[in-house]
């Protein structure tokens, strides 16, 4: 089984910056995927961000330039820093890990936590 931890989400104005961890935890032989989504409301939920095993990262469109992934595997942790936030950057933000774990289930989902930028 594999825990998932997120923290520092809250209210900011734009403009402003916010930071997100994840940290991952139990029984993880290998993480081979880090990532973070968001889900605004009357929305889908989208990739914001995502960094694999072997360093590379991919972003949304619409945060390039703006957030930064980055992943501490030491503390199996992932985090998101958020710069020149938007007001539609607003949304709840959930941390994703495909891990190799002693169970078949290898794609977990953190809880949410929530985003709110005001104008």
């Known amino acids: 089984q594999v825990q998932l931890v997120e923290s520092g989400g809250g209210l900011v104005q734009a403009g402003g910056s916010l930071r997100l961890s994840c940290a991952a935890s139990?029984?993880?032989?290998?993480?081979?995927?880090m990532g973070w989504y968001r889900q605004a409301p009357g929305k889908q939920r989208e990739l914001v961000a995502a960094t694999i095993s072997g360093g590379s990262t991919n972003y949304a469109d619409s945060v390039k330039g703006r957030f930064t992934i980055s992943r501490d595997n030491a503390k199996n942790t992932v985090y998101l820093q958020m710069n020149s936030l938007k007001p539609e950057d607003t949304a709840v933000y959930y941390c994703k890990v495909v891990v190799v774990t002693t169970t078949p289930k290898y794609e977990y989902w953190g809880q949410g936590t929530q985003v709110t930028v005001s104008s």
């Open positions: 139990g029984s993880i032989f290998r993480i081979n995927l």
